[in-house]
């Protein structure tokens, strides 16, 4: 098993910020999960004549030009998410059943929103756009794996931490650093979710609300 991540002194920042509770916590990513990522990326690709070659969790050598297949440099995939995100912010659609689903849960949890935002700068935007859809649950800003964080969110709560992220490394990070936690795999897109294999350490791998809010709901 990987060894637990620590948190950076940013994301404690954050945290301490945050009211006090012992309520039991709800963790969740934004992109792919409460809004969709991966529809409006395959937009912007085609916008610049480039590509996914597979639909999986690696854009590192899996972006290219649409015309040769000419691979773009780390560098230069790099550069092109920040502008993505920088673009795009402020304007991405809703997953379906994600209000609803959300809200009924934080009935009886603290519904948090821990996301991997390219660029500080894109957190209003964000946040504005999550407001226009009826959130205010409190967000936060994660740079790299999220182990760290959610083990930090989650000390001193009551229950066991729900955390709800589409990134297999985020995962794989949170089992090293908080195995105890509910593992809830959601990814919005189909194909994607078609080619993600569930790990042994996440126990819900979905692309549906509905059948997300029933699991935690039935958890003690």
């Not at 994301?11 to 309520?23: E, K």
């Not at 297949?69 to 402020?90: G, I, M, N, W, Y």
């Not at 959601?186 to 996440?202: C, G, K, L, S, W």
Request: aromatic share 6%.
């Amino acid at each position: 098993m990987p060894e637990p991540d620590a948190p950076g002194r940013a994301i404690l920042d954050q945290i301490d910020a945050l009211p006090r509770s012992t309520r039991p916590i709800l963790i969740c990513d934004i992109d792919e999960v409460v809004l969709h990522l991966v529809r409006h990326l395959r937009t912007y690709l085609v916008a610049n004549d480039l590509v996914l070659l597979e639909d999986r969790y690696r854009l590192t050598n899996n972006i290219a030009r649409k015309e040769d297949k000419t691979l773009l440099s780390p560098d230069a995939v790099k550069r092109l998410l920040q502008e993505f995100f920088d673009r795009q912010s402020h304007d991405q659609d809703l997953v379906d059943g994600a209000h609803e689903a959300l809200h009924t849960l934080a009935e009886r949890r603290d519904v948090i929103f821990l996301t991997n935002l390219p660029g500080v700068h894109n957190k209003p935007l964000r946040e504005r756009l999550l407001a226009s859809y009826g959130f205010s649950f409190p967000l936060l800003v994660n740079s790299g794996p999220k182990g760290g964080a959610v083990a930090a969110l989650s000390a001193n709560r009551e229950g066991r931490a729900v955390f709800i992220d589409d990134s297999p490394t985020n995962h794989t990070s949170v089992n090293a650093s908080l195995p105890t936690a509910v593992q809830v795999q959601f990814i919005a897109d189909d194909t994607f979710r078609a080619n993600m294999a569930q790990e042994p350490h996440v126990d819900l791998l979905t692309g549906n609300w509905s059948e997300t809010a029933s699991f935690v709901s039935e958890l003690s």
